[in-house]
């Protein structure tokens, strides 16, 4: 399977969603880990390290979606920040949002246009994963309406949803150093929500 997802000298000529799933691939299965190492499905206080996991990643990246330069590339980005739902979400669970902020890690800087790409397209990704979540979030009662909304689908629903943000991702001209900082700016979001979770790990 690696050896199948190894860049190869034809992966430069990939549209830039389709590089970013090979050159992540691994980044992804290592945060899937950690996010279940916090056994968010087990309990309600499982639950919640999750929540508090999803709320500090959706905080940082939610500032992006409101970008205007980010927005000429992207239409409709803002409508598709998830940032309000994970904070109802959290009062919902009687997560007190001032502490969350106090037990955040330093926030990465994203200090490129192109490099913002990539955390968006993590964010933006996390909803496909989000429909086997939901799912497992059911079982402890919660819902699109209480305590998982941020786990819901769009109103397009998750596939045609993603695949319209792929194609606006797709559809954007940038250089080789511009696809770089995408590359970079997804595997550093990666781990941020990598280190978030290990703090909330060790918070328990
Ligand atoms: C236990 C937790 C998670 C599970 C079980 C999970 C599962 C999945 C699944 C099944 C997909 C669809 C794969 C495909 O269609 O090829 C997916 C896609 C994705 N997930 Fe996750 N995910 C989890 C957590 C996360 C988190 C926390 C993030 C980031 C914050 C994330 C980011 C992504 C991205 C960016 C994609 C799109 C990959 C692509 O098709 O380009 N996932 N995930």
Redesign the pocket.
């Known amino acids: 399977m690696e050896a199948l997802l190894t860049p190869s000298k034809g992966a430069n000529t990939l549209p830039l969603?389709k590089r970013?799933?090979l050159e992540?691939h691994s980044a992804?299965e290592r945060?899937?880990k950690a996010?279940?190492a916090l056994s968010?499905f087990s309990s309600l206080k499982g639950y919640q390290r999750f929540l508090v996991?999803?709320y500090q990643?959706q905080r940082r990246t939610a500032p992006l979606y409101h970008q205007q330069d980010l927005g000429a590339w992207l239409e409709g980005l803002p409508e598709r920040c998830r940032y309000n739902a994970v904070i109802s979400d959290c009062q919902d669970l009687a997560l007190n949002l001032d502490d969350l902020k106090d037990l955040s890690p330093p926030e990465p800087d994203i200090d490129s246009q192109a490099a913002a790409l990539g955390w968006l397209?993590?964010?933006?990704?996390?909803n496909?994963?989000?429909?086997?979540?939901l799912k497992y979030a059911s079982q402890l009662g919660l819902s699109a309406n209480f305590g998982a909304r941020h786990l819901a689908p769009s109103d397009s629903g998750r596939g045609l949803h993603?695949r319209r943000f792929?194609a606006q991702l797709d559809a954007i001209s940038l250089s080789d150093e511009q696809t770089n900082q995408a590359l970079n700016g997804?595997r550093e979001?990666?781990q941020f929500?990598k280190s978030l979770a290990s703090v909330a790990l060790n918070n328990q």
């Open positions: 969603s970013l799933k992540t992804h945060v899937d996010i279940m968010p996991v999803q990643f397209y993590v964010s933006e990704g996390s496909l994963g989000a429909a086997f979540l993603w792929t997804a979001a990666f929500v």
